[in-house]
Structures are given as structure tokens and as C-alpha cells.
């Protein structure tokens, strides 16, 4: 399996921004994906994920703001991010893993299998 995240870029704060990311296989539709991300100096985090069937999770300082969904269709995931600052500035990763996560493992990157190239996203103030 491979993973392409792209949507990255320059936004100012306030300003909204769509990551997407397309993975290759024919089993997308089962595999839970993840989104995370690594700001610089800082341990990669945890920002949402979804299990085939539609369950979400999200970190809890992002739940309002992003929305994660899916188009077992087209193999691709997406963040919506809403409301973006400045401290959203990072590098943002897709993942999949091979099982249906319950919502708590989700959030461990441990968990995936696959991880994309990642994208930058900046957000100036």
C-alpha cells in the first residue's frame, strides 16, 4: 500500500485548507485511517481518524475545527481544517492500518501500517 497526502501549502489564520490522501490497493475501504501531524521540535500527534463504516475520533483541542471523512471510491481521505493558527503549523501525515481500530487505539500511531510522505501546512499569523 502506498500513500500520497497532498493539500498542503501557505494559509493565513482563520483560513481553511483541505488535506487529502490516496492510497493505492483494493481493500481501502476496510482500513482505518489516520491523521497526524509533527510541528517542529515537537513529537508527532495525534488529529483524527475514521474506520470503514465512518467512525471518527478526533483530538479533543481539534474536535470543532477539523473534520475527517472518506471515499472508500476513490481510495482517498481527507481533513477539513476550519479556523486555522498559527500552532496548526506542521507537517501533517496520513496512515492506514489493516484493522477496524476502536476509537482509543486509534490514536496511537503504533497502530498503522502504512504511513504517507506528509505535507507541510503553515499558517501565518
Known amino acids: 500500500v502506498q500513500l500520497q497526502a497532498s493539500g498542503g501549502g501557505l494559509v493565513q489564520a482563520g483560513g481553511s485548507q483541505r488535506l487529502s490522501c490516496a492510497a493505492s490497493g483494493r481493500t481501502f475501504s476496510t482500513y482505518t485511517v489516520g491523521w497526524f ?3 517542529p ?3 508527532r500527534e495525534f488529529v483524527a481518524g475514521i474506520r470503514s463504516g465512518g467512525i471518527t475520533s478526533y ?3 481539534l ?11 476513490k481510495n482517498t481521505a481527507y481533513l477539513q481544517m476550519n ?11 496520513c496512515a492506514l492500518s489493516r484493522g477496524a481500530l476502536i476509537t482509543s ?5 503504533r497502530t ?9 501546512v503553515t499558517v501565518s499569523s
Open 63 to 73: 474536535k470543532g475545527r477539523f473534520t475527517i471523512s472518506r471515499d472508500n471510491a
Open 105 to 109: 487505539a486509534m490514536r496511537g500511531a
Open 83 to 93: 479556523s486555522l493558527k498559527p500552532e496548526d503549523t506542521a507537517v501533517y501525515y
Open 41 to 43: 521540535g515537537k513529537e
Open 59 to 61: 483530538a479533543d483541542p
Open 112 to 120: 498503522y501500517d502504512y504511513w504517507g510522505q506528509g505535507t507541510q
Open 37 to 39: 501531524r509533527q510541528a
